[in-house]
């Protein structure tokens, strides 16, 4: 089996995607300024897809565990075996780093939440004055911060919305295009079949008539036919 057939090859392949993307949000968080709501969805959203992707891993070893005790079977050998395995071993590494790095981080926002609750706590007096302002302020910026990625989303999902009625518009357009052709087609067919039948009227008639008129009246019919073509013919071309 090639590589481009094997089951374990194309889940390799969404894994790997699905890790790199992981990095690239994980580069993004360590971009994000701490106490953000952007940070925080980030956290969630990097949590929740290494745990997909460890999930997806462990499933893949499972995999490679069974084709081990009939490898002839699957068309395996001891070497293909394992380089599968040293695959999924650093796919699960990766992952854990990621996971690692981003756990640390989040311990890191709650001990800062921490301390700066306690500060929150002290007697406000001369000296630390100043440092409560600081501190109104950076709560004052980041619920700011909030407000304008709420706003953002509320747009992006408006922006969405109009997008969704303006496509099912187009659907109903299309709707009503179709229905309308469909009558068309329905009244040609009616047409055709009413032609038809009037046609098979004439043929059986014409039959009947010519058998009535014998072989002389067949003849004195097809020149009268012939004379009248001529008459049509000369009076439309020649005047």
């Given at each position: ?10 889940v ?36 929740t ?8 891993v ?8 069974v ?41 890191k ?5 921490g ?25 004052s ?31 109903l ?50 020149a ?16």
């Amino acid at each position: 089996m090639s590589s481009a057939q094997d089951p374990f090859y194309i889940v390799k392949e969404e894994i790997q995607d699905s890790i790199d993307k992981l990095q690239v949000t994980f580069r993004e968080l360590e971009q994000t300024p701490f106490e953000t709501g952007e940070r925080v969805h980030l956290t969630k959203e990097l949590l929740t897809n290494c745990e997909s992707i460890e999930w997806q891993v462990d499933e893949l070893n499972k995999a490679i565990a069974v084709a081990a005790r009939d490898p002839g079977w699957y068309g395996l050998d001891d070497a293909e075996l394992e380089r599968r395995r040293r695959w999924t071993t650093s796919a699960h590494n990766q992952v854990a780093n990621v996971r690692k790095a981003v756990e640390s981080g989040k311990e890191k926002i709650i001990s800062h939440n921490g301390t700066r609750k306690d500060l929150m706590r002290l007697p406000i007096d001369r000296s630390n004055y100043y440092s409560t302002v600081d501190s109104d302020d950076i709560i004052s910026s980041e619920s700011d911060r909030q407000m304008l990625l709420i706003k953002q989303q509320d747009h992006e999902l408006d922006e969405l919305s109009a997008s969704v009625q303006r496509i099912g518009g187009v659907g109903l357009t299309i709707h009503d295009e179709l229905i309308g052709q469909e009558r068309i087609l329905d009244e040609l067919s009616t047409e055709m079949e009413t032609t038809a039948n009037r046609l098979d009227f004439v043929q059986k008639k014409v039959a009947m008539v010519m058998k009535k008129a014998g072989a002389k009246g067949q003849i004195m019919l097809i020149a009268f036919l012939l004379i009248l073509f001529i008459i049509l013919f000369v009076l439309v071309f020649l005047t």
